[in-house]
C-alpha cells in the first residue's frame, strides 16, 4: 500500500541549494517515521535525515547537519529535503524512505523505499 516517489533532484554548482520531494501514499503519520538516504559512486546506502511524522522530531547525520533540513505535511502526504550550501560530496541517489514505528537511522530498518533522484553538485 505504502508508495514513496522522489522529485526535485538535479544538477547544481557547490554552495547552491535544491529541495527534494517525496510524495508518501499509504503513509498512516502517526505509526510511521520517513526518512532520506543517499548513495554515492561507489559507497553504501547512508543516512541522511528523518523525522516523525506527528511529533516533527528531526535527526541529522553530521555530514549534512546545519545544511540539510527535513520536513513533512501531513496533509498532503509529502516529506521534503531542504539541501542548502551543496558540496561536491553530496553527490549522490537521493532516496525516500518510510519505517514503521519509531524513527530509525539505518537503511535496513526501513520497511519502504522511493526508486530515488539523482542529486549532482558541481565544483
Known amino acids: 500500500q505504502v508508495q514513496l516517489v522522489e522529485s526535485g533532484g538535479g544538477l547544481v554548482q557547490a554552495g547552491g541549494s535544491l529541495r527534494l520531494s517525496c510524495a508518501a501514499s499509504g503513509v498512516t503519520y502517526r505509526s510511521y517515521g520517513m526518512g532520506w538516504f543517499r548513495q554515492g559512486p561507489g559507497k553504501e546506502r547512508e543516512f541522511v535525515a528523518a523525522?516523525?511524522?506527528?511529533?516533527?522530531?528531526?535527526y541529522y547525520a553530521d555530514s549534512v547537519k546545519g545544511r540539510f533540513t527535513i520536513s513533512r505535511d501531513n496533509a498532503k502526504n509529502m516529506v521534503y529535503l531542504q539541501m542548502n550550501t551543496l558540496k561536491p560530496e553530496d553527490t549522490a541517489v537521493y532516496y525516500c524512505a518510510a519505517k514503521i514505528g519509531a524513527v530509525g537511522l539505518g537503511a535496513n530498518e526501513y520497511d519502504y523505499w522511493g526508486q530515488g533522484t539523482q542529486v549532482t553538485v558541481s565544483s
Open positions: 523525522i516523525r511524522w506527528i511529533a516533527g522530531m528531526s
